[in-house]
């Protein structure tokens, strides 16, 4: 009878081991493998997010690189143009440029008449400069086309006309032919015409006129005689 009670007693003891392992393990798993792997999970989502931060931060980096030579390429072919056309023209500047004409080509341009400048387009023009802070700030001004037209009759020869059409293409401020008429002078056997030129000018961009120094300019006599 005292070994039957006994193995009674150790199979209790036994089982309540064993659910006591049980209800330990099941604590074990709910206060600390899950918190731990909620943490984990936390942890791997923050990780993940740091590094979606890390590559787009990487992609910022490349892209600031890729704009800021983007800026400075369009800040160049924008002063490259805007180099083409002058401040201003004024009638002694193109009187200076009608002079230098003739030295250059060799012909002659007796007579010349002006109109008054005007403007024949406004443009607003952007302007993106990088801040003190490290960022970039954009704004918009007023850039002003001007044109106005010059006009003289001439008298030159076949290669002098051409000359002169190259010296109009090649010269470092922007004007074009607006008319042109030729006629061959059978007397002279030279051409002769007329001639209208548009010059241009831009005004807005901050580059001032410079009068030109005329100083060297025959400006004629103030005595009709020649004495």
């Given at each position: 009878m005292e070994n039957k009670?006994?193995?009674?007693?150790?199979?209790?003891?036994?089982?309540?081991?064993?659910?006591l392992v049980i209800i330990a393990a099941v604590l074990a798993?709910?206060?600390?493998?899950?918190?731990?792997?909620?943490?984990?999970?936390?942890?791997?989502?923050?990780?993940?997010?740091?590094?979606?931060?890390l590559i787009n931060l990487?992609?910022?980096?490349?892209?600031?690189?890729?704009?800021?030579?983007?800026?400075?390429e369009s800040n160049k072919?924008?002063?490259?143009?805007?180099?083409?056309?002058?401040?201003?023209?004024?009638?002694?500047k193109s009187i200076m440029m009608v002079d230098y004409m003739e030295k250059e080509v060799g012909l002659r341009l007796p007579n010349l008449s002006f109109t008054q400048p005007s403007i024949i387009?406004?443009?607003k023009m952007p302007m993106v400069t990088e801040t003190a802070d490290a960022g970039y700030a954009s704004e918009y001004y007023d850039v002003n086309l001007?044109?106005?037209?010059l006009t003289t009759n001439y008298a030159c020869n076949y290669t002098q006309l051409k000359k002169l059409i190259d010296f109009i293409n090649a010269y470092p401020e922007r004007m074009n032919i607006d008319a042109i008429t030729i006629a061959f002078d059978s007397?002279?056997?030279?051409l002769k015409g007329n001639l209208t030129l548009n010059l241009f000018a831009v005004t807005g961009t901050g580059k001032e006129y410079t009068a030109p120094d005329?100083?060297?300019?025959?400006?004629?006599?103030?005595n009709i005689f020649g004495q």
């Open positions: 009670k006994s193995n009674g007693n150790d199979v209790k003891a036994f089982f309540l081991v064993f659910v798993y709910v206060y600390l493998y899950m918190p731990l792997a909620e943490q984990k999970n936390t942890l791997m989502k923050e990780n993940y997010d740091l590094d979606v931060r990487k992609n910022m980096a490349v892209d600031e690189d890729v704009f800021k030579m983007g800026i400075n072919s924008l002063k490259k143009v805007m180099n083409h056309y002058s401040a201003g023209n004024t009638p002694e387009s406004t443009v001007w044109q106005e037209s007397e002279t056997s030279e005329i100083s060297g300019l025959s400006m004629g006599t103030g």
